[in-house]
């Protein structure tokens, strides 16, 4: 039972410094000061973090990450510093909890509590990157709260029942596990978006010519799915967005071919094979949005679901102007095919 308690503190402290390492600490060695809790007993190698030091200092952090956690754009490059501080706080507050007096077991129990961490710090940092993406602030300061309240929350829980804490963790933490690559994705793409922002600004340019070739290992792709039986009239390179049976977050190609002019499809990298999907577009309309950090193909229907977006980088603009531009022909020319009111031209989306 001591041994499942002792697993339940060192798993939900590494846990927690992923979240916010200063407050984490900050909290502990002042409740140990001021005599809140009691560890010298039960955790003698935890009273180290009541020393004044230990607490004036992280309490400083802490008031300054207080006020950076809470910019857009600031908290992400926060996150992005404290990468590497996070992990080792985690892995030193592990080896502290568990006391080890075998220095092979310390790194072990160092590299375990760090993993933990980075974990988390990931999932915060992938958090924060997706929520910088909108224009407001509020979203920053509530997500900022909320984990600090998840911390106050996480090490009231830990002093009341270390068994359950350990519980409680380990499920978080196999649910991190599970999602983890999803959110990988996102945060690469976004990323990637960041960076070309960055290296290339948009170009309105007024003549776009469209690339009309495929990589090869996703031409076969498209060949095994029957999707190119008819001549490419453009492939361009983006990222899947949201849509049923589209990837999200995955970097693929946009196809048109000269078949049926409401049908495109999207042929896309998943892990260790290459996916294929046909869109049958009919009854849908076409709209340009540009983003903070993308411009997107936007593909809706009133009469059918879901909605399909298509994410170019914000250098693209130029070649997302000449896709619309396409796209709205190729719908207008399928609704004479059926008999429907044409389309309208094209628009954009507010941003």
Same mark, same amino acid.
């Given at each position: 039972?001591?041994?499942?308690?002792?697993?339940?503190?060192?798993?939900?402290?590494?846990?927690?410094?992923?979240?916010?390492?200063?407050?984490?600490?900050?909290?502990?060695?002042?409740?140990?000061?001021?005599?809140?809790?009691?560890?010298?007993?039960?955790?003698?190698?935890?009273?180290?973090?009541?020393?004044?030091?230990?607490?004036?200092?992280?309490?400083?952090?802490?008031?300054?990450?207080?006020?950076?956690?809470?910019?857009?754009?600031?908290?992400?490059?926060?996150?992005?510093?404290?990468?590497?501080?996070?992990?080792?706080?985690?892995?030193?507050?592990?080896?502290?909890?568990?006391?080890?007096?075998?220095?092979?077991?310390?790194?072990?129990?160092?590299?375990?509590?760090?993993?933990?961490?980075?974990?988390?710090?990931?999932?915060?940092?992938?958090?924060?990157?997706?929520?910088?993406?909108?224009?407001?602030?509020?979203?920053?300061?509530?997500?900022?709260?909320?984990?600090?309240?998840?911390?106050?929350?996480?090490?009231?829980?830990?002093?009341?029942?270390?068994?359950?804490?350990?519980?409680?963790?380990?499920?978080?933490?196999?649910?991190?596990?599970?999602?983890?690559?999803?959110?990988?994705?996102?945060?690469?793409?976004?990323?990637?978006?960041?960076?070309?922002?960055?290296?290339?600004?948009?170009?309105?340019?007024?003549?776009?010519?469209?690339?009309?070739?495929?990589?090869?290992?996703?031409?076969?792709?498209? *060949?095994?799915?029957?999707?190119?039986?008819?001549?490419?009239?453009?492939?361009?390179?983006?990222?899947?967005?949201?849509?049923?049976?589209?990837?999200?977050?995955?970097?693929?190609?946009?196809?048109?071919?000269?078949?049926?002019?409401?049908?495109?499809?999207?042929?896309?990298?998943?892990?260790?094979?290459?996916?294929?999907?046909?869109?049958?577009?009919?009854?849908?309309?076409?709209? *340009?949005?540009?983003?903070?950090?993308?411009?997107?193909?936007?593909?809706?229907?009133?009469?059918?679901?879901?909605?399909?977006?298509?994410?170019?980088?914000?250098?693209?603009?130029?070649?997302?102007?000449?896709?619309?531009?396409?796209?709205?022909?190729?719908?207008?020319?399928?609704?004479?095919?059926?008999?429907?009111?044409?389309?309208?031209?094209?628009?954009?989306?507010p941003a």
């Amino acid at each position: 039972m001591e041994t499942l308690q002792l697993l339940g503190i060192a798993l939900g402290l590494a846990s927690l410094a992923g979240l916010d390492l200063y407050l984490t600490v900050f909290v502990t060695g002042l409740a140990i000061q001021q005599r809140w809790i009691d560890v010298a007993m039960t955790h003698p190698e935890l009273t180290v973090l009541a020393h004044p030091a230990i607490v004036i200092i992280s309490g400083a952090l802490f008031a300054m990450q207080f006020f950076a956690d809470k910019v857009p754009w600031v908290d992400s490059l926060w996150d992005t510093v404290h990468t590497l501080i996070r992990p080792v706080g985690g892995a030193l507050l592990a080896i502290r909890v568990l006391g080890t007096p075998d220095p092979i077991f310390d790194v072990i129990v160092g590299l375990l509590g760090g993993s933990v961490t980075l974990m988390v710090h990931s999932v915060k940092a992938g958090a924060r990157l997706m929520v910088n993406h909108s224009p407001e602030p509020f979203s920053n300061i509530a997500l900022s709260f909320a984990e600090e309240a998840v911390v106050l929350g996480g090490l009231a829980l830990i002093r009341r029942d270390p068994i359950l804490a350990l519980v409680i963790f380990s499920i978080l933490l196999l649910s991190v596990a599970y999602f983890g690559p999803k959110l990988f994705r996102a945060i690469k793409v976004n990323v990637w978006l960041f960076w070309r922002k960055l290296a290339s600004p948009a170009a309105d340019q007024l003549d776009t010519e469209l690339p009309k070739t495929l990589p090869h290992e996703l031409e076969i792709a498209c *060949h095994s799915a029957n999707l190119l039986g008819e001549k490419i009239v453009w492939a361009v390179p983006c990222i899947g967005g949201s849509g049923r049976n589209i990837p999200a977050n995955h970097f693929g190609y946009l196809i048109a071919t000269e078949g049926e002019p409401s049908k495109i499809a999207f042929v896309a990298r998943r892990r260790w094979r290459k996916s294929a999907e046909q869109l049958d577009l009919a009854t849908y309309k076409v709209a *340009h949005e540009p983003k903070f950090l993308s411009e997107n193909v936007v593909l809706y229907s009133l009469e059918k679901k879901p909605k399909y977006i298509f994410v170019f980088a914000r250098s693209q603009r130029a070649v997302v102007k000449a896709v619309v531009a396409s796209m709205q022909d190729r719908l207008s020319r399928a609704a004479a095919l059926s008999g429907r009111v044409e389309v309208p031209n094209p628009i954009s989306l507010p941003a």
